[in-house]
């Protein structure tokens, strides 16, 4: 089960505060930012500024698009009966 995350963001500029992970230490190793973390900071931005659907807006699609499938296969069977 994925954990949802939370974009924090700095007050001061408005932008997502970076996140740092610790590692343990290897022989060879250099601080060298996670590609894969980078990745997950630039679409948390990207979907925190994409505008979102109202709760009233998502309602009303469920209800046309569930009832106009209903309908169709309400009368799909009452043709054949």
Do not use: H, N, Y
Not at 5 to 23: E, F, T, Y
Not at 35 to 48: E, G, M
Not at 56 to 80: D, Y
């Amino acid at each position: 089960m994925v954990a949802k995350r939370k974009l924090q963001l700095d007050p001061q500029v408005g932008a997502p505060v970076p996140r740092v992970r610790p590692q343990l230490a290897q022989s060879g190793s250099s601080a060298v930012p996670s590609p894969a973390v980078a990745l997950q900071d630039q679409l948390s931005v990207a979907f925190a500024i994409e505008e979102r659907w109202s709760a009233r807006r998502t309602l009303a699609f469920l209800l046309i698009t569930c009832g106009a499938s209903w309908a169709l296969m309400i009368a799909a069977v009452s043709r054949f009966l």
